[in-house]
């Protein structure tokens, strides 16, 4: 990776002191599921962040520094080559068996959303999730180009089907953060094998959708969108909220295709308030602390704490550092006037990186 999110202190700093774990639940050999595990590993409810068609677990690593800092246990997922909705649920569920959780929260964000939401749908009949948390999401593949042409896709060069991708990436960018988030995803799906890239963009073109969105709506939902430009129209987020009406909204004034990156504190704001309704309970992610005492006052306090946050901070070398609490994590956000993004819906959307 050449860019400087990779080339940055504090994500060198996650890759040293987070390992990655491969590991194989199939009975092919060749699907591992690769994954960082950060936080307290008594804690058997985390929340487990999936990722877009285009990026790897290692765009998490911020949500991963910033929420483990936090007490929480984080687990940033990388899934092996499936080509069916049905192969990926029956995958997950046996990772989350083999790592012994009880339940999860699922931070899900484009495709890695819409997986969330179909494993959720799949084992509606228990509750092995707790909660769900998508970024940039959507229900319908329908709305998405090459639909017809999507059982071609595994016999396309890899170069293509990148080029198609890197489609959906909005052009002049001038948010210096969002251009780094961008940089950071591209080098992603540049080490994405011809398999793995055609797989996802399969998932994202099978004319599938949600079909039980009212079996869902005992689940806590919180959908996170952007205001600005984005890979999705406003009918397909329209449609997100239309099957989760009762859903909680957390909306950036900006942060691109990736604000998990380039708006990460915002977006950790936003996963430790979903979270907290949890506290203290079985379903908690999040190491408790006692009560009363000064440690625990102090994090409640930074925990709901609103603050401006200054949109010129830029990522430097001395300025890279391993946020430690909410409040330094918010310090280190953007965020610039809000605008509305207008698009002609008749045309199918590309797909959302």
């Known amino acids: 990776m050449s860019n400087r999110l990779a080339a940055s202190v504090e994500y060198q700093s996650f890759r ?80 989350i068996d083999h790592l012994r ?51 071609a896709f595994w016999i396309i060069p890899a170069f293509i089907l990148k080029r198609l991708v890197m489609g959906s990436l909005t052009s002049g960018i001038t948010d210096t953060l969002q251009s780094d988030a961008t940089d950071f995803v591209v080098d992603c799906l540049e080490n994405l094998s011809q398999q793995e890239i055609s797989s996802r963009l399969l998932l994202h073109c099978n004319g599938d959708y949600l079909r039980f969105p009212h079996a869902l709506q005992h689940i806590p939902v919180t959908i996170l969108d952007v205001f600005d430009d984005s890979a999705l129209s406003p009918n397909v987020k329209e449609d997100m909220y239309k099957c989760f009406p009762n859903s909680k909204r957390a909306h950036l004034k900006s942060g691109g295709n990736f604000p998990y990156l380039s708006r990460s504190a915002e977006v950790n704001l936003h996963l430790r308030i979903h979270l907290k309704q949890f506290d203290g309970t079985d379903q908690s992610a999040c190491k408790e602390f006692s009560k009363g005492s000064e440690q625990s006052q102090s994090y409640q306090d930074q925990s709901l704490v609103s603050v401006d946050l200054d949109s010129s901070d830029e990522i430097a070398e001395d300025q890279d550092i391993i946020p430690k609490t909410l409040l330094q994590l918010s310090k280190k956000g953007g965020v610039v006037g809000a605008s509305v993004i207008e698009k002609d819906d008749s045309d199918p959307d590309d797909f959302p990186i």
């Open 101 to 151: 959780l009880d339940q999860v929260h699922i931070f899900g964000c484009s495709l890695g959303g819409y997986l969330a939401l179909k494993f959720a749908e799949r084992v509606r009949s228990t509750s092995m999730v707790a909660s769900l948390i998508v970024c940039n999401g959507f229900t319908d593949t329908t709305v998405f180009k090459y639909t017809r042409a999507a059982t």
């Open 16 to 95: 040293n002191a987070v390992p990655l774990k491969r590991i194989v639940v199939d009975g092919d050999d060749s699907k591992v599921w690769s994954l960082y595990d950060a936080g307290p590993r008594s804690i058997k409810c985390p929340i487990i962040c999936l990722p877009p068609a285009a990026g790897k677990a290692d765009v998490f690593f911020k949500q991963v520094l910033g929420l483990s800092g936090m007490g929480c246990r984080v687990i940033a997922l990388d899934y092996p080559v499936y080509w069916t909705i049905e192969e990926f649920c029956s995958g997950l569920r046996k990772v």
